[in-house]
């Protein structure tokens, strides 16, 4: 129906004012805050109607505007527009009531024919009508919600008892759009419980929001505060991990998450009421139940809004969600330590290795039931599967200095092999270097500087020092070296020496010593 013209409150005390008061017309429209041509207007089908204020005054509100205000004709009827697609197609991002009056003005235009003359309403018109309706609907507060924009989570206050005497908790997330509903039994309402639930959630709806708001819950706000709550920081890993915020509801507002409140007074009387008189005996057999039940939740139809809550969140929240990541969250617990001067941390009595540049500082272990990841400044510098033998080491050759990575390559068979490249007797130096010592260990210095010295005379050289060695009955270090530095191993000791002695009586010669 058309929007009334006045007022009628007001009407009756223009009335009261020119009938009783005996006002002129522009006293009377200063004094209501109305035109003079209303005042006009109306004093003049009052008159018409042949009406007293003795008669005026007797009539109700209902009874005032029949007899003065005309019916509308025939010809000037009006198209009431769908306003429960209204409402829906609102919810849409972009989506604005001067649009949706423009194809209400279109289709309007279409149908309007000599048989069923019809007219819409004009924009204000149309948006006054609008507000009714949406006051209609009996909600305590108004929100509105951009399609895919906010996800709902809280735990729902009656739970399932178990068979062995354990209770199953009732998780419940819903879309603020659409109002689509999940639920999920869990064990506790632990933090790994809340986020746990959370992305399973998430993988039910197939896509991501913007935003996750929870209730205040300890497990996953660190300080609550109206304005700036700190959350923990499990909590802000979940929404880096699925590229989303997470902000919890105000203490004390549960408007500020009506519509997780409706979806678990939703889920107790369509899904818990129904499950009173089972039996469970685990908290699977609990999410066994509560599967059909949700569904028929959500394919169930709304009373005053056409479609249901599954085909709502198809049309509104699904296409303007965010994809998945390629993984599923994992539950992290997070710990600082401090690098060892060996280049590796310690957690739960393991070690595990880290680039020896940051030796001294303080990381923050990430560390999920497989795997340990180590950040720096919000990157992560190493990661190695989780491993529970203590006193071991985990080691990625890469992160340790240079020299201690050489060191800990070498082996016995591989000194060997490289001894045996450079010749035979430089294998014979290196093997009687490693069984001379207790442990084959202790000769890897030794080992280690014939290395050096073939770099720095060349590999001839040392195999032909390494001959004179062992003519002499020896294999250390030192005195191969001194061999090199001296030149000695130069000589060839098989030509004949181009010196000789001179023939004097003194010289006893070689055969005095036979």
Known sequence: MPAARINMRKLKDALRLKFEGRHSHQYIAAALGISKGVVTKYVGLAVAAGLDWAQLAAMDEATLERRLLPAPRPGDMYAVPDWGRIHQELRRKGMTLSLLWEEYCAEVGERHCAEHPVKPWRYSQFCENYRRFAKSLKRSMRQSHRAGEKLFIDFAGPTVTLTDGGQANIFVAAMGASGYCFALATKGQTAADWLDATAQALSFYGGVPELIVPDNPRALVRQANRYEPQLSESALDFARHYGCSMLPARAYHPQDKAKV????????????????????????QVNEAIAPLLTYLNERAFQKL?????????????PALKALPAQRWEWAIFKTVRVHVDSHVQFEGHFYSVPNALVGQMLELRVTANVLEMLHRGHRVASHARCAHKGGYTTV???????????AQWSPERLLLWGQRIGQHCAH???????????????????????????????????AACAMACELGTTRFTHIRDILVNRRDLIDARAPSAWSAPLHAHVRGPGYYQ
Request: glycine share 4%; proline share 4%.
């Open 261 to 284: 409140e409706m979806s678990v007074q939703l889920v107790e009387r369509w899904i818990l009421a129904r499950l009173r008189k089972q039996r469970f005996a685990s908290v699977q």
């Open 397 to 407: 050759a890469e992160h340790l200095p240079e020299r201690h990575r050489q060191h």
């Open 306 to 318: 056409p479609g249901c809550r599954a085909s709502a969140f198809a049309q509104l929240d699904a």
């Open 429 to 463: 130096v290196v093997q009687r270097m490693l069984e001379r010592q207790r442990h084959p260990e202790h000769a890897y210095r030794a080992c280690l500087g014939l290395l050096n010295l073939s770099r720095r005379f060349g590999e001839q050289r040392l195999e």
